[in-house]
């Protein structure tokens, strides 16, 4: 594949930025990231990946115990985390605390109770801080993997932290924007809480019906 230079970095020949991102600022989040990531203790950390992937599972009913700030740190700074098209990251997290709120996104998620979880986190596309020079559509493409790839981070990040969570993309987009007062489209809804009991994962689809090798 070739490359063009654009300031000190190199990208796949399309695929220069229109703007470079700032790297002061990233500095100062990037330290708040880490010291995040890196702060500890905290109740419970399963640190085996792959074990976090096997357990996790949806949970739509949550215990009373309040969730930890600390874990809720970590769980937007894992979100944070993710790859993002161009590193521009083109998406937003709305980290719903209003009681109020809560009781108003039950309603626009078709009714499904659980919305209303200890900890509930909207994740919404940001296609505008994506500064390539590509068609809306590329962007709005760009967006949606962004804000998806960050929720499913957090969702791993909230296992591994000894909870669980409930991965909501039935909802309206509309009522969900009125409820948050904003004009980005949400794409997904995580809720997040202490799991009321464990359950077994789910069985999934054989491998061989999954995968096609294109040789
Ligand atoms: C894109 C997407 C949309 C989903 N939407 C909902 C939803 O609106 N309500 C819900 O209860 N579960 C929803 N789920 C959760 C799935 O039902 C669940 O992940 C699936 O049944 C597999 O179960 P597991 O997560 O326990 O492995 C959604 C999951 C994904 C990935």
Not at 29 to 52: H, Y
Not at 80 to 98: C, H, L, M, R, W
Request: aromatic share 10%.
């Amino acid at each position: 594949m070739s490359e063009k230079n654009k300031g000190d970095k190199i990208y796949p020949l399309g695929y220069e930025p229109q703007e470079v991102p700032e790297t002061d600022d990233n500095d100062v989040r990037n330290q708040l990231l880490d010291f995040i990531l890196k702060s500890g203790p905290t109740e419970f950390v399963d640190t085996d990946l792959f074990a976090v992937m096997a357990k996790r599972r949806s949970t739509r009913k949550f215990s009373d115990k309040p969730v930890e700030t600390t874990k809720v740190d970590k769980i937007i700074a894992a979100a944070d985390t993710a790859p993002t098209a161009g590193n521009f990251q083109g998406f937003e997290i709305f980290y719903v605390k209003s009681v109020e709120k809560k009781k108003l996104l039950v309603p626009a998620c078709n009714k499904q109770p659980y919305v209303n979880a200890p900890v509930v986190f909207v994740f919404c596309k940001n296609p505008s801080r994506v500064k390539f020079d590509f068609p809306d559509y590329v962007l709005k493409k760009f967006a949606i993997q962004d804000a998806t790839l960050a929720a499913g981070y957090s969702q791993l990040a909230a296992q591994a932290l000894g909870l669980s969570s409930i991965w909501i993309g039935m909802f309206d987009e509309q009522k969900v924007m009125d409820v948050l007062g904003t004009d980005l489209v949400p794409s997904s809804i995580l809720c997040i809480g202490y799991p009321e009991q464990t359950k077994f994962p789910k069985s999934r689809r054989n491998l061989k019906d999954l995968v096609h090798v294109a040789w």
